[in-house]
T-cell receptor, first 110, second 118 residues
Framework: LAKTTQPISMDSYEGQEVNITCSHN???????ITWYQQFPSQGPRFIIQ???TKVTNEVASLFIPADRKSSTLSLPRVSLSDTAVYYC???????????FGAGTTVTVRA | GAGVSQSPSNKVTEKGKDVELRCDPI?????LYWYRQSLGQGLEFLIY????????KSGLPSDRFSAERTGGSVSTLTIQRTQQEDSAVYLC????????????????FGPGTRLLVL
């Protein structure tokens, strides 16, 4: 079973930028990288998706280097409501078991 | 349209009983996924359906677990002879179904069923 690796937890303060890096050494050529956000007692929710270089939407940015062996989710100017668990998802060849990382618990403090 | 729905939202059962969990995917989504999330843990993939077919059932924790999908829509996850270690949140997700090996598919998750086995 292929796996991704991301930090277990990160602390931040309101207004700061939070960057979470996910390692995925065995990423396949056609695979995308997707990040999900999960609040307590809720299912995960899609945040952003990318293939290479940089992707930005109204919520976050995703930076992917040329070798695509890692990716960084960037949350600009976080608020208390951004406190959640963030999951990195990458598909691997011949592997039906999609690999969710263990998740990074981001805690934003006032 | 409506999102993914799951029922029941909470289920308390006694050890040894059978339970049935239901998932209604988003209309038109051909791919459906089941995950398990134990308290404070990440998501554990259980099984994936493309239409009514499950190409790989090896993610199911034991032979007490089974899943089916009918009409390319509703799916049921059944746990027989429940054990206390089965206590967890069971999450269902659906996607358009363009290809499991590419995570270009966005998965839409339901709220989950919280199962407690006493």
């Amino acid at each position: 079973l292929a796996k991704t690796t991301q930090p277990i937890s990160m602390d931040s303060y309101e207004g700061q930028e939070v960057n979470i890096t996910c390692s995925h050494n065995n990423i396949a050529t056609n695979d995308y990288i997707t990040w999900y956000q999960q609040f307590p007692s809720q299912g995960p929710r899609f945040i952003i998706q990318g293939y290479k270089t940089k992707v930005t939407n109204e919520v976050a940015s995703l930076f992917i280097p040329a070798d695509r062996k890692s990716s960084t989710l960037s949350l600009p100017r976080v608020s208390l409501s951004d406190t959640a668990v963030y999951y990195c998802l990458v598909g691997y060849p011949n592997d039906y078991k999609l690999s969710f990382g263990a998740g990074t618990t981001v805690t934003v403090r006032a | 349209g409506a999102g993914v729905s799951q029922s029941p939202s909470n289920k308390v059962t006694e050890k040894g009983k059978d339970v049935e969990l239901r998932c209604d995917p988003i209309s038109g989504h051909t791919a459906l996924y089941w995950y398990r999330q134990s308290l404070g843990q990440g998501l554990e993939f259980l099984i994936y359906f493309q239409g009514n077919s499950a190409p790989d059932k090896s993610g199911l924790p034991s032979d007490r677990f089974s899943a089916e999908r009918t009409g390319g829509s509703v799916s049921t996850l059944t746990i027989q002879r429940t054990q206390q270690e089965d206590s967890a949140v069971y999450l269902c997700a659906s996607s358009l179904g363009l290809g499991i090996t590419s995570s270009g598919e966005t998965q839409y998750f339901g709220p989950g069923t919280r199962l407690l086995v006493l």
